[in-house]
């Protein structure tokens, strides 16, 4: 009796609870007092959670043996650090390493006369598909590119760096569906934002400008001086001008951020000032080149600052240098960072820090990254588990977790399972690229696709990804159930499951299907493991890092 | 505040005892609301290029600024021609499967529509349409979620539903939407095995109360709502044939909730590739390929749902418009005002509604843009209000009209 009624208050407060819940995504409050500190292997867990993407067998051990402010040196210096294992696993990506200039060779866009034979019905898609097998076709490009971003996601010893690499392409998004950026996909990445992920902001700010796919996703290799006549070509004659695009959004999504400051005005003369920046033969070279003709060459006026007339192509430079020098930047990019390593809605105090060592070093990602990773607020026990991981990050702890291993064939697998649950790796079309805010990735159906994909993986399901669950639970007696999930817990989730959580999974080990008997029915023959290790992935806990 | 639990959804406090029972009564609880009223709200992102959805050819302005894009007046006869609609407004001819919609009055335009914060970036201004205020950026919920909030609590998963890769801001806030790419994909898939399914469930019942368990209760109610509704098999009616694209199959999907009677009341999909800043094309071309898609879908969702679409009205609505004139490369920049479209039942249609304001130099805002002179909120609230029987003031809090309703619904 006297439990029922407990059962009943309780109930009515957690409905009381319920009417007053918030429903932001878990989002640290700002603390009066400072919260407590993450220690101990839970503060190594924390930090293989934020800086790699997710901990495998046996990295807890070494990161306590290593230490963890070595292990965190060793992975701002990602040169340091040996990966020829990951690169032996992309040799066979060969689009991987193609310069644009062959890619376009290697994979010529579809003959006119062949699309038109298709659609008067003259050729069947049959016969068009031999003619122009998939496997000639520049969407290669970009699929490789996905194996790729995979295999270096569960393989790759460098990860600071591969996580950068995905935030820094996502900054600078461009998006492999449109147009000619099909070809110039993979270059972009290993050209414009791969070697400065770890080196300093302004040198990506220029190595995208530069950028054939950015001038191309964001039509700035279009925009000419009002007056512009095209001398050549099949738009021979005709009048070109200005275009907005890019000025816009190096602003407002690269540089300054929506509320820096900056008016219309300054969109139009950001404008002009990029205007002969644009591509050379974009389709057999691709290359960035600067065309005076194009170019506006009268004065602007940015931000206030006067860029004097006759500048040609140094205007562009010098817009980048007032942008990236500009305080709203620091804190723009300080708060992208703080959101990527602590929480969707960063500390303010800590905005500030990271802000001034942008300043204080021009814009140094190692050190602005230094500076969270020696913050308390990086080590408070709000940040704790306070992220929810994007899909490819779940998709790819998941694999490492299970102690997996993939070849680019997997890879394709598991980029392809990433859209299933919400992100097509490459193919985010607005240029804010994929958002790094819990609310927008947890919804009813991509939940559903995280629990199938789990399953999926943890009974081997997803060819050429190998999983190695019977090493996760060595050494348990395969018919003492309790005894398998406990070592599960402990490897999949670092032992950090919620009471709730381990609650319903031994209950689940009453289940026959889960805890099979042997085939006199006179007990339990041995666990189904990957069934458990399933739905431990599949678990509220593991959607966090 | 409405919570995310269902049960709270069902009627508040009285349903509290059926909290730890199983969900059982979906078929009975929703068979008693299938009559009711749909919203379907369909965003078209990257900012549509009014002027040519729904071209002003009686404005003596618009020759003259648009001279490669502009789309020729309407010419009798001519099918690769603008729609003429009234005489001054011409439909897009890639739109032509909406006039009969149009000519049965079931379709209405308001043109000149859109927000009073003067940004033009896409995000912001998304996200402003989307929250229901503009120019405040600490809206947590969305317009549609208060709509859905403001109405009676009923025993259905299936009140607020996108289809999509991710909840849009309209719908997030404490209602519990539902966002899924996929009806037919929207279960956990083992097979035979149920243990699987009873063991996510379970992880996702117990705990605490934040936003992956609420999101996770709330799934596997509608799981075994849809299964036992068999939604996914519901095959399109009355000949209509979707185009295969996302919106296509959006709509397709939100037609199979309306039809197996879920207590769908607000439902939302979503269209790319709006942004035309090169090559928009006129007649034929980039825009005209996606007007094609747009409309086939709308048109095919009228035609599937038929005598159904009485309790349905479609609301499309874009972030900005675009430049009025052309820019260097065949192409619009962003720009201020554009059209929407108000289709369904109830509409007053065959009519463009709103203030034209002219497009000649001195009529627009800052010197290059489509003025706006019909607030969205005016247009979004009338529809609300009148087809879903919500009260306008929370969902879109500040907003004060300051122009007699259009009466765009009857």
């Given at each position: 009796?006297?439990?029922?009624?407990?059962?009943?208050?309780?109930?009515?407060?957690?409905?009381?609870?319920?009417?007053?819940?918030?429903?932001?995504?878990?989002?640290?409050?700002?603390?009066?007092?400072?919260?407590?500190?993450?220690?101990?292997?839970?503060?190594?867990?924390?930090?293989?959670?934020?800086?790699?993407?997710?901990?495998?067998?046996?990295?807890?051990?070494?990161?306590?043996?290593?230490?963890?402010?070595?292990?965190?040196?060793?992975?701002?210096?990602?040169?340091?650090?040996?990966?020829?294992?990951?690169?032996?696993?992309?040799?066979?990506?060969?689009?991987?390493?193609?310069?644009?200039?062959?890619?376009?060779?290697?994979?010529?866009?579809?003959?006119?006369?062949?699309?038109?034979?298709?659609?008067?019905?003259?050729?069947?898609?049959?016969?068009?598909?031999?003619?122009?097998?998939?496997?000639?076709?520049?969407?290669?490009?970009?699929?490789?590119?996905?194996?790729?971003?995979?295999?270096?996601?569960?393989?790759?010893?460098?990860?600071?760096?591969?996580?950068?690499?995905?935030?820094?392409?996502?900054?600078?998004?461009?998006?492999?569906?449109?147009?000619?950026?099909?070809?110039?996909?993979?270059?972009?990445?290993?050209?414009?934002?791969?070697?400065?992920a770890m080196g300093r902001f302004p040198d990506l700010v220029r190595a995208t400008a530069h950028h054939p796919a950015m001038l191309f996703y964001l039509d700035n290799w279009l925009s000419a001086r009002p007056d512009?006549?095209?001398?050549?070509?099949?738009?021979?004659?005709?009048?070109?001008?200005?275009?907005?695009?890019?000025?816009?959004?190096?602003?407002?999504?690269?540089?300054?951020?929506?509320?820096?400051?900056?008016?219309?005005?300054?969109?139009?003369?950001?404008?002009?000032?990029?205007?002969?920046?644009?591509?050379?033969?974009?389709?057999?070279?691709?290359?960035?080149?600067?065309?005076?003709?194009?170019?506006?060459?009268?004065?602007?006026?940015?931000?206030?600052?006067?860029?004097?007339?006759?500048?040609?192509?140094?205007?562009?430079?010098?817009?980048?240098?007032?942008?990236?020098?500009?305080?709203?930047?620091?804190?723009?990019?300080?708060?992208?960072?703080?959101?990527?390593?602590?929480?969707?809605?960063?500390?303010?105090?800590?905005?500030?820090?990271?802000?001034?060592?942008?300043?204080?070093?021009?814009?140094?990602?190692?050190?602005?990254?230094?500076?969270?990773?020696?913050?308390?607020?990086?080590?408070?026990?709000?940040?704790?588990?306070?992220?929810?991981?994007?899909?490819?990050?779940?998709?790819?702890?998941?694999?490492?977790?299970?102690?997996?291993?993939?070849?680019?064939?997997?890879?394709?697998?598991?980029?392809?399972?990433?859209?299933?649950?919400?992100?097509?790796?490459?193919?985010?079309?607005?240029?804010?690229?994929?958002?790094?805010?819990?609310?927008?990735?947890?919804?009813?159906?991509?939940?559903?696709?995280?629990?199938?994909?789990?399953?999926?993986?943890?009974?081997?399901?997803?060819?050429?990804?190998?999983?190695?669950?019977?090493?996760?639970?060595?050494?348990?007696?395969?018919?003492?159930?309790?005894?398998?999930?406990?070592?599960?817990?402990?490897?999949?989730?670092?032992?950090?499951?919620?009471?709730?959580?381990?609650?319903?999974?031994?209950?689940?080990?009453?289940?026959?299907?889960?805890?099979?008997?042997?085939?006199?029915?006179?007990?339990?023959?041995?666990?189904?493991?990957?069934?458990?290790?399933?739905?431990?992935?599949?678990?509220?806990?593991?959607?966090?890092? | 505040?409405?919570?995310?639990?269902?049960?709270?959804?069902?009627?508040?406090?009285?349903?509290?005892?059926?909290?730890?029972?199983?969900?059982?009564?979906?078929?009975?609880?929703?068979?008693?609301?299938?009559?009711?009223?749909?919203?379907?709200?369909?965003?078209?992102?990257?900012?549509?290029?009014?002027?040519?959805?729904?071209?002003?050819?009686?404005?003596?302005?618009?020759?003259?600024?648009?001279?490669?894009?502009?789309?020729?007046?309407?010419?009798?006869?001519?099918?690769?021609?603008?729609?003429?609609?009234?005489?001054?407004?011409?439909?897009?001819?890639?739109?032509?499967?909406?006039?009969?919609?149009?000519?049965?009055?079931?379709?209405?335009?308001?043109?000149?529509?859109?927000?009073?914060?003067?940004?033009?970036?896409?995000?912001?201004?998304?996200?402003?349409?989307?929250?229901?205020?503009?120019?405040?950026?600490?809206?947590?919920?969305?317009?549609?979620?208060?709509?859905?909030?403001?109405?009676?609590?009923?025993?259905?998963?299936?009140?607020?539903?996108?289809?999509?890769?991710?909840?849009?801001?309209?719908?997030?806030?404490?209602?519990?939407?539902?966002?899924?790419?996929?009806?037919?994909?929207?279960?956990?898939?083992?097979?035979?095995?149920?243990?699987?399914?009873?063991?996510?469930?379970?992880?996702?019942?117990?705990?605490?109360?934040?936003?992956?368990?609420?999101?996770?209760?709330?799934?596997?109610?509608?799981?075994?709502?849809?299964?036992?509704?068999?939604?996914?098999?519901?095959?399109?009616?009355?000949?209509?044939?979707?185009?295969?694209?996302?919106?296509?199959?959006?709509?397709?999907?939100?037609?199979?909730?309306?039809?197996?009677?879920?207590?769908?009341?607000?439902?939302?999909?979503?269209?790319?590739?709006?942004?035309?800043?090169?090559?928009?094309?006129?007649?034929?071309?980039?825009?005209?390929?996606?007007?094609?898609?747009?409309?086939?879908?709308?048109?095919?969702?009228?035609?599937?749902?038929?005598?159904?679409?009485?309790?349905?009205?479609?609301?499309?609505?874009?972030?900005?418009?675009?430049?009025?004139?052309?820019?260097?490369?065949?192409?619009?920049?962003?720009?201020?005002?554009?059209?929407?479209?108000?289709?369904?039942?109830?509409?007053?249609?065959?009519?463009?509604?709103?203030?034209?304001?002219?497009?000649?130099?001195?009529?627009?805002?800052?010197?290059?843009?489509?003025?706006?002179?019909?607030?969205?909120?005016?247009?979004?609230?009338?529809?609300?209000?009148?087809?879903?029987?919500?009260?306008?003031?929370?969902?879109?809090?500040?907003?004060?009209?300051?122009?007699?309703?259009?009466?765009?619904?009857?």
């Amino acid at each position: 009796m006297i439990s029922q009624v407990v059962a009943g208050a309780a109930l009515a407060l957690g409905l009381l609870n319920g009417c007053s819940a918030s429903t932001s995504p878990a989002a640290p409050a700002v603390a009066l007092a400072p919260a407590p500190r993450v220690t101990g292997d839970r503060q190594i867990v924390h930090v293989l959670n934020r800086l790699t993407y997710g901990p495998r067998p046996g990295d807890l051990e070494r990161v306590r043996t290593m230490g963890v402010s070595a292990w965190i040196d060793r992975q701002l210096r990602p040169q340091t650090i040996d990966d020829s294992a990951t690169e032996r696993a992309l040799a066979e990506l060969t689009t991987l390493r193609m310069p644009i200039a062959e890619a376009l060779r290697e994979f010529p866009r579809p003959d006119p006369k062949l699309q038109a034979q298709v659609a008067s019905g003259e050729m069947s898609r049959q016969e068009m598909l031999e003619r122009y097998p998939l496997e000639k076709r520049p969407a290669r490009i970009a699929t490789e590119l996905q194996a790729a971003k995979a295999v270096r996601a569960v393989t790759s010893e460098r990860q600071l760096e591969e996580i950068m690499v995905d935030l820094w392409f996502n900054h600078f998004n461009v998006f492999a569906g449109k147009g000619d950026v099909r070809w110039y996909v993979s270059a972009y990445e290993r050209e414009a934002i791969r070697p400065y992920a770890m080196g300093r902001f302004p040198d990506l700010v220029r190595a995208t400008a530069h950028h054939p796919a950015m001038l191309f996703y964001l039509d700035n290799w279009l925009s000419a001086r009002p007056d512009f006549i095209v001398p050549a070509g099949p738009n021979r004659g005709r009048r070109a001008g200005l275009n907005e695009n890019y000025a816009r959004e190096l602003m407002e999504l690269h540089t300054l951020g929506v509320d820096g400051g900056y008016t219309q005005r300054d969109v139009t003369e950001v404008a002009r000032a990029f205007t002969g920046w644009t591509i050379d033969r974009p389709q057999t070279d691709g290359r960035f080149v600067f065309r005076p003709g194009m170019h506006d060459t009268g004065e602007k006026i940015v931000l206030g600052r006067r860029i004097p007339a006759g500048g040609g192509r140094d205007d562009g430079e010098r817009v980048i240098e007032i942008l990236t020098h500009h305080p709203a930047t620091a804190r723009f990019i300080a708060t992208k960072l703080a959101r990527r390593f602590v929480a969707d809605t960063p500390p303010p105090a800590l905005v500030t820090k990271v802000a001034d060592t942008y300043t204080s070093t021009d814009g140094d990602i190692p050190a602005m990254l230094r500076t969270i990773f020696e913050s308390p607020e990086f080590y408070s026990a709000d940040a704790y588990g306070a992220k929810i991981k994007k899909p490819f990050e779940f998709v790819a702890s998941a694999v490492r977790a299970l102690g997996g291993t993939t070849d680019a064939q997997g890879g394709m697998a598991l980029a392809r399972a990433s859209a299933e649950i919400g992100e097509p790796l490459y193919q985010a079309q607005p240029p804010t690229g994929y958002a790094d805010r819990g609310e927008v990735w947890v919804n009813a159906g991509a939940l559903l696709a995280r629990m199938n994909f789990a399953l999926g993986l943890a009974s081997g399901r997803y060819p050429h990804v190998s999983v190695e669950i019977p090493a996760l639970v060595a050494g348990a007696e395969p018919s003492a159930p309790a005894a398998v999930l406990n070592r599960l817990l402990t490897a999949i989730v670092a032992d950090q499951a919620g009471p709730e959580t381990r609650a319903v999974l031994a209950a689940q080990l009453g289940e026959p299907q889960i805890t099979r008997m042997s085939p006199d029915d006179r007990g339990p023959a041995n666990t189904d493991v990957a069934k458990l290790a399933a739905l431990v992935i599949g678990s509220p806990e593991f959607q966090r890092r | 505040m409405i919570t995310r639990r269902t049960f709270v959804k069902a009627g508040g406090c009285a349903l509290v005892a059926y909290a730890g029972a199983p969900r059982f009564l979906f078929r009975t609880a929703h068979a008693a609301e299938a009559s009711g009223k749909v919203l379907v709200a369909v965003f078209q992102r990257g900012a549509v290029d009014g002027l040519s959805m729904v071209t002003p050819h009686g404005d003596p302005g618009y020759a003259g600024v648009r001279p490669t894009i502009g789309l020729q007046p309407p010419g009798r006869g001519e099918s690769e021609r603008a729609v003429d609609l009234d005489g001054f407004f011409a439909l897009h001819p890639a739109l032509a499967p909406l006039v009969p919609l149009w000519s049965n009055r079931a379709l209405a335009v308001v043109h000149a529509c859109g927000s009073p914060d003067t940004t033009r970036s896409h995000f912001d201004a998304q996200d402003y349409m989307e929250t229901g205020t503009p120019g405040e950026k600490a809206t947590a919920d969305g317009w549609l979620a208060r709509a859905v909030g403001t109405r009676p609590a009923k025993s259905t998963p299936f009140r607020a539903v996108a289809i999509g890769p991710a909840l849009p801001r309209a719908l997030r806030g404490g209602i519990g939407a539902i966002s899924m790419q996929s009806l037919e994909r929207f279960d956990v898939r083992a097979g035979a095995d149920s243990t699987a399914r009873a063991g996510f469930e379970s992880l996702y019942e117990q705990g605490v109360r934040d936003l992956l368990h609420g999101t996770g209760r709330e799934t596997f109610d509608a799981v075994k709502m849809l299964r036992s509704a068999g939604a996914a098999r519901i095959a399109p009616a009355n000949g209509a044939e979707y185009p295969r694209v996302p919106l296509g199959e959006a709509l397709r999907q939100i037609t199979q909730l309306v039809k197996a009677d879920v207590g769908l009341e607000v439902a939302f999909a979503d269209m790319q590739g709006w942004d035309t800043h090169v090559g928009q094309g006129a007649e034929r071309g980039q825009l005209a390929l996606r007007f094609r898609d747009f409309g086939a879908a709308l048109a095919a969702f009228a035609q599937d749902l038929g005598d159904k679409m009485s309790d349905v009205v479609v609301l499309t609505m874009s972030e900005f418009g675009r430049t009025v004139a052309e820019n260097g490369n065949r192409g619009t920049d962003h720009g201020h005002a554009t059209a929407m479209l108000v289709l369904g039942g109830g509409v007053r249609g065959g009519r463009v509604y709103g203030q034209w304001p002219g497009l000649a130099h001195h009529q627009l805002f800052e010197g290059r843009d489509l003025a706006v002179t019909t607030d969205f909120r005016a247009l979004f609230a009338e529809v609300a209000t009148r087809h879903l029987g919500v009260p306008a003031a929370p969902l879109f809090p500040g907003f004060r009209p300051t122009q007699p309703p259009l009466n765009i619904l009857a």
